[in-house]
């Protein structure tokens, strides 16, 4: 099964961009049956998704509109990985943030779920202070 | 406040059966099938339920789940200390941009 790696830093500064990176292994970030998603949880705000990729013949990205014009989300299929970045962050921007993978299979259906996630990363605490 | 509606808390003693709610709308719980999550202190969420009422290989048959219109619940039979935990529904959003959607979450006590 595969598993999900994340690295990146806990602190960023107001104003910064934030990055981190989620390496895959036992599977291909360039698989056709799921999507790799990032997913940010606080106090304030709960569990709050913040987009996914993935690859259908051409790689595509959809993002949370709380998010939208502040994040890209993109793969590296060098590297095996994908990664996150939000800019112009503020305190608010404080989470737990993980990536994981979407897309378990439902054999009633004979269809991929997208919003099921059963694999994820180990979660990194990012605070966005000065 | 988020549009999938959980109650904050619930509880019950060992043995006895428990639901969560959730709640949502016709452009979400109506249309896309819903997923429940496990929580931890520290640890990330993990994958419980999946289209409505389907478990993971290892989940126990204790957990299930169900929805109807736009609401699902998640009930837990034969409580066990170790259940104590926060639970979280999750969906798609069909408004406008298409995106997942999560409840607030549940803890679950056990007295």
């Known amino acids: 099964q595969a598993q999900l790696r994340q690295s990146g830093p806990s602190l960023v500064k107001p104003s910064q961009t934030l990055s981190l990176a989620c390496d895959i292994s036992g599977e291909s970030v360039s698989t056709m049956t799921g999507a790799w998603h990032w997913v940010r949880q606080s106090p304030s705000r709960g569990l709050e998704w913040l987009g996914r990729?993935?690859?259908?013949?051409?790689?595509?990205?959809d993002y949370a509109d709380s998010v939208r014009g502040r994040v890209i989300i993109k793969a590296d299929t060098s590297k095996n990985e994908f990664s996150l970045h939000l800019n112009a962050v503020t305190p608010e921007d404080t989470a737990v943030y993980y990536c994981?993978?979407?897309?378990?299979?439902?054999?009633?259906?004979?269809?991929?779920?997208?919003?099921?996630?059963?694999?994820w990363g180990q979660g990194t605490r990012v605070t966005v202070s000065s | 406040q988020s549009i999938l509606t959980q109650p904050l808390s619930v509880s019950g003693t060992p043995g006895q059966r428990v639901t969560i709610s959730c709640s949502g709308g016709s452009s979400n719980i109506g249309s896309f099938t819903v997923t429940w999550y496990q929580q931890f202190p520290g640890t990330a969420p993990k994958l419980l339920i999946f289209a409505d009422d389907q478990r993971p290989a290892g989940v126990p048959d204790r957990f299930s789940g169900s929805r109807s219109g736009t609401s699902a619940s998640l009930a837990i039979s034969g409580l066990q200390s170790e259940d104590e935990a926060d639970y979280f529904c999750a969906t798609w959003e069909d408004a406008q941009n298409a995106h997942v959607l999560f409840g607030g979450g549940t803890k679950l006590t056990v007295l």
């Open positions: 990729t993935f690859y259908r013949a051409k790689w595509y990205a």
């Open positions: 994981a993978k979407g897309g378990v299979y439902d054999a009633a259906t004979k269809s991929f779920v997208g919003h099921a996630y059963d694999i």
